[in-house]
């Protein structure tokens, strides 16, 4: 599972200046760079507005998601590291 994880990003890495380059190339299927192009007039205010709330919120999302793995994995480290006798015994019968 892990190699075809491997496999997956490798290729998805790889794809990234295809797709930028499509962008450049192909100017007509897609829309230009409009939120760091110096040279061009920036997006709406609205929707620049509404693109930033989103990768806020996003980034906040992410950040919620590896927090909540760290302490689950701490928590299950203190429970492997306890001493035996600290924890329930195994049911019999």
Do not use: K, N, Y
């Not at 709406?44 to 906040?60: H, K, Q, S």
């Amino acid at each position: 599972m892990a190699r075809a994880a491997a496999v997956l990003g490798a290729a998805g890495f790889l794809l990234v200046p295809v797709v930028h380059f499509s962008v450049v190339w192909w100017r007509s299927l897609h829309q230009q760079a409009t939120v760091l192009a110096p040279e061009r007039p920036p997006i709406d205010p609205r929707m620049g507005a509404a693109l930033l709330l989103a990768v806020a919120a996003a980034t906040l999302a992410a950040l919620c998601v590896l927090l909540h793995r760290v302490v689950r994995l701490e928590r299950r480290l203190a429970a492997d590291a306890a001493p035996a006798t600290d924890r329930l015994p195994a049911r019999v019968g």
